[in-house]
């Protein structure tokens, strides 16, 4: 299988925004999935299919893609998003691979 | 609303198994698989590996081949992990979630939709 790398961490004020990427060579052939997941919880998926919001998912948080890079967009940051996120994606073989994940930050 | 409920925590000596339950509610089990994703303390998630609840079909993770069996009880509605010979590194919590079942034409999803709690597994002597 395939590496999907994430920065391990980013840090942001309340009320900026927080990119985090996601980048793998095999990414253009399937759709990215990002997770939260906050301390002692599971994680919640938060987009699909690279850039589609679940129900109940605030609309702050969006997802786009560039070519071997998914980005997870957090506009307006809130204290309440401080978390992990992992993006997700798999192989032709239906092989499912995380990112190394990303810790988020609101200072 | 769709839940996943698991089993409780689990102490284990290294060598034996466990095998840990995930029970689906909210929806009909053989219209989804599972799949099953462990987390070391302090790490990332692994995907361990996935069944199709309706058919059995599984895929496993090429480091966890040999040690691990998925299966599913289809009339109780409940899917299993089991992980053999278990090692200190095996110490997890590991975490059933839903997922897409078999798919026989593109484009292919795969995701992890619902999650359960997670089952904390402690492998010591």
């Known amino acids: 299988s395939y590496e999907l790398t994430q920065p391990p961490s980013v840090s942001v004020s309340p009320g900026q925004t927080a990119r985090i990427t996601c980048s793998g060579d095999?990414?253009?052939?399937?759709?990215a999935y990002w997770y939260q997941q906050k301390p002692g919880q599971a994680p919640v998926m938060v987009i699909f299919?690279?850039?589609e919001r679940p129900s109940g998912i605030p609309e702050r948080f969006s997802g786009s893609r560039s070519g071997t890079t998914v980005t997870l967009t957090i506009s307006g940051v809130q204290a309440e998003d401080e978390a992990d996120y992992f993006c997700?994606?798999?192989?032709?073989?239906?092989?499912?691979?995380f990112g190394t994940g990303t810790k988020v930050t609101v200072l | 609303q769709v839940q996943l409920v698991q089993s409780g925590a689990e102490v284990k000596k290294p060598g034996a198994s466990v095998k840990v339950s995930c029970k689906p509610s909210?929806?009909?089990?053989?219209?989804?698989?599972i799949s099953w994703v462990r987390q070391a303390p302090g790490q990332g998630l692994e995907w361990m590996g996935w069944i199709d609840t309706y058919s059995g079909n599984t895929n496993y993770a090429q480091n966890l081949q040999g040690r691990l069996t998925m299966t599913t009880d289809t009339s109780t509605s409940t899917a299993y992990m089991e992980l053999r010979n278990l090692r200190s590194d095996d110490t997890a919590v590991y975490y059933c979630?839903?997922?897409?079942?078999?798919?026989?034409?593109?484009?292919?999803?795969?995701?992890?939709?619902?999650w359960g709690k997670g089952t904390t597994v402690s492998v010591s002597s």
């Open positions: 997700q994606s798999a192989d032709n073989f239906g092989t499912y691979v």
């Open positions: 909210g929806y009909t089990f053989t219209t989804y698989g």
């Open positions: 299919r690279d850039s």
């Open positions: 979630a839903r997922s897409p079942g078999v798919q026989l034409f593109p484009p292919f999803y795969y995701y992890l939709d619902v």
């Open positions: 095999a990414l253009p052939n399937l759709y």
